[in-house]
C-alpha cells in the first residue's frame, strides 16, 4: 500500500495553503483600505471642525461686523490650529442693511427723541478650514445684526 500512494495529501494541503494565503492577503489590503479610509475621514473632519472655529471666531470677533457701509470686508486667520497644524480662515462681506418697521417699543423710541432709528445689517460669512494632509472645509453663513 506504500507504494500506491502518490502524494494527494501533499496536493490537498499545498491548495488548502494557497486559499488561506489569498485569503490572507484579501484581508490585509481591505485592512489597508478602511484604514486609510478612516484617516481620510478624520481628517475631513478635522478640517470641518477648523472651519467652525473660524465661522465662531467671526461671530466673536470685534472686526467682523464692526462696517455698516457698502463694500465693507474683513478677514482673519490662524494657522496651526491644535495639535494637528489645523488652520482656518474667514471672510465678511457685508450686504447691505435695512430700516426696522413695524417694532412698537423701537418705533416709540425712535419717535420720542429716544435715539438714532435701528436697523438690521446683513452680512455673508465665509469660513475655511484646512489640515496639513490637505482635507478642506468651507462653510458658508449669514448674519442678520441689530444696529443704529
Same mark, same amino acid.
Given at each position: 500500500?506504500?507504494?500506491? $500512494? ?28 478602511? *484604514? ?31 462696517? @455698516? @457701509?457698502?463694500?465693507?470686508?474683513? *478677514? $482673519?486667520? *490662524? ?24 417694532? $412698537? ?10 435715539? =438714532? ?8 460669512? $465665509? =469660513?475655511?478650514? =484646512?489640515? *496639513? ?16
Amino acid at each position: 500500500m506504500a507504494g500506491n $500512494q502518490r502524494g494527494a495529501v501533499l496536493v490537498t494541503a499545498l491548495v488548502f495553503l494557497v486559499i488561506l494565503t489569498l485569503l490572507g492577503i484579501t484581508s490585509m489590503s481591505t485592512n489597508t483600505l478602511e *484604514e486609510r479610509m478612516a484617516g481620510n475621514f478624520q481628517d475631513a473632519n478635522r478640517a470641518f471642525q477648523a472651519a467652525e472655529s473660524g465661522l465662531s471666531a467671526a461671530f466673536n470677533s470685534d472686526v467682523a461686523f464692526a462696517g @455698516t @457701509t457698502e463694500g465693507y470686508y474683513a *478677514e $482673519q486667520e *490662524e494657522l496651526n490650529l491644535g495639535d494637528y497644524g489645523a488652520d482656518w480662515r474667514f471672510e465678511v462681506n457685508f450686504r447691505g442693511g435695512e430700516d426696522i418697521v413695524g417694532f $412698537q417699543d423701537i418705533g416709540e423710541a425712535t419717535a420720542a427723541g429716544g435715539g =438714532s432709528r435701528f436697523r438690521w445689517y446683513y452680512s455673508d460669512i $465665509q =469660513s475655511d478650514g =484646512s489640515t *496639513e494632509i490637505g482635507a478642506i472645509a468651507r462653510i458658508v453663513a449669514g448674519a442678520k445684526v441689530l444696529g443704529q
